[in-house]
């Protein structure tokens, strides 16, 4: 699969992944069906292998070529997003009502406040150097989407941090979703804005990606 076409598939995931998660914040009544729910994780999970995907490919076919540096912090994302996909793995035996055994130390709501935090904190870092790193025809069409980018993960990095903290001081495990109902729907514009920011970013480099393609067809 090439670097433009897991780009265009991430986009499309990312804002039907949003957008259900956005909804049932705010009616979480849709969710008292089943099926909402088991759908609402099978849309959930082929968001983060998009990304998971996205980050693999990124890896192969833009960082390997951009000198040491960049490839090596590339890897971050990469093992980051890989995480988190193996979070939502286990969720899939719930959709299709299997019993897995998964590893004890997997099964615990530890590890499932803490992955999520780590792998913003790794996408954070590569973005930073991402941006040190530009090369002059990157600049124009790439500077300001990445900082973008990086002004849109710093908050979900502050709601994972939430999320973990709130492990750490109660010992239950809660996504932002199932917590107190004023938390819950206070963050959706919070995480609107930084959907976007984030969004824009992938549509520049989806861009930059077509620009480079019609450049080596002409």
Sequence with gaps: MSLKKITCILIIAIICS????????LFPQIF?????????????TFFILSHFLFWL???RDYASGKGAILKKTCLLPVIGSFAVLLLYLKKLSFVFDMEI???????NPCVDAFIPAVAAIFS???FVVFKNSL???EEGMLRKPILSMIGG??????????????FIATGAFQWL???PRAIAVGTVPLIVIALFLMLHFYYRFYCLLESLQNKNDS
């Design 124 to 126: 954070l870092i590569f």
């Design 101 to 107: 055994a998964f590893p004890l130390f997997f099964m």
């Design 135 to 137: 090369e002059p025809e």
């Design 32 to 44: 008292q069906n089943i099926h909402m729910v088991k759908g609402t994780i099978l849309v959930n």
């Design 18 to 25: 949003f957008s259900i998660r956005t909804v049932g914040t």
């Design 177 to 179: 979703e199932h917590m």
């Design 153 to 166: 993960t710093s908050p979900f990095l502050l709601l994972h941090l939430i999320v973990l903290v709130n």
């Design 57 to 59: 490919i990124f890896y």
